[in-house]
Structures are given as C-alpha cells and as structure tokens.
C-alpha cells in the first residue's frame, strides 16, 4: 500500500505543492520576488526528479 503513495509523480508533486505554500509565504513578506522564487523551485523540482531517477 505505502508504495502505491510513494509514485514519483506523488513525490514531485508533494515537493512542488511544498515549495510553492513555502515561496508565497516568502513572496508576501517580501523576502524574494517572483523571478527569484520561480528560479529557486523550478531548480529543486529539476534536482528532486534528477535524484528520484537513481
């Protein structure tokens, strides 16, 4: 059952939801702007799929 929750697209997209909550909670603070914010969590996603794939 645990690996039916564990896809790669389930962990991608837990990752991705992740980081967006976390950068608009930074975005509104001020602390990043949207290019930034939209650099930073495009190069995780890359890194999380690259990692996933070994």
Not at 19 to 33: F, I, N, W
Not at 43 to 50: C, N
């Amino acid at each position: 059952m645990l690996e039916s929750l564990f896809t790669r697209e389930n962990v991608e997209s837990f990752v991705r939801h992740t980081l967006t909550t976390a950068g608009g909670g930074l975005l509104a603070s001020g602390a990043v702007d949207g290019a930034t914010l939209q650099a930073v969590i495009g190069g995780i996603v890359a890194l999380v799929g690259f990692a996933w794939s070994y």
